[in-house]
């Protein structure tokens, strides 16, 4: 199994990025998923997060300005954020639950390689 993000880039502030990341390889079923990003210097943290049925979480920093959606037909999950701010400046991660086999009950975690948004004029 394989996530594989995708979307940043260089960004104004107040402009907007999408990010996406696709699951791919033996997939039987994904939990919950979501992004994590780390600023320059500083440690990894949660941005928002999303159960297999809907019920989201977001980090206060970003409330009302990204949103995170999933599609499951394909094994997808993106990051819609607007109004970029210099503090959103970071290496982006994406990660998922994934449980690969109809046998298996057991989920794994899975993480994307990151993607850098930066925002600056």
């Known amino acids: 199994v394989q996530l594989q993000a995708s979307g940043g880039g260089l960004v104004q502030p107040g402009g907007s990025l999408r990010l996406s990341c696709a699951a791919s390889g033996t997939i039987f079923r994904i939990n919950n998923v979501g992004w994590y990003r780390q600023p320059p210097g500083k440690q990894r943290e949660l941005v928002a997060r999303?159960?297999?049925?809907?019920?989201?979480n977001y980090a206060d920093s970003v409330e009302g300005r990204f949103t995170i959606s999933r599609s499951n037909a394909k094994n997808t999950v993106y990051l819609q954020m607007n109004s970029l701010e210099p503090e959103d400046t970071a290496v982006y991660y994406c990660?998922?639950?994934?449980?690969?086999?109809?046998?298996?009950?057991?989920?794994?975690?899975?993480w994307g390689q990151g993607t850098l948004v930066t925002v600056s004029s």
């Open positions: 990660y998922a639950e994934i449980r690969e086999y109809s046998y298996s009950r057991i989920y794994s975690n899975y």
């Open positions: 999303m159960t297999r049925t809907g019920l989201i």
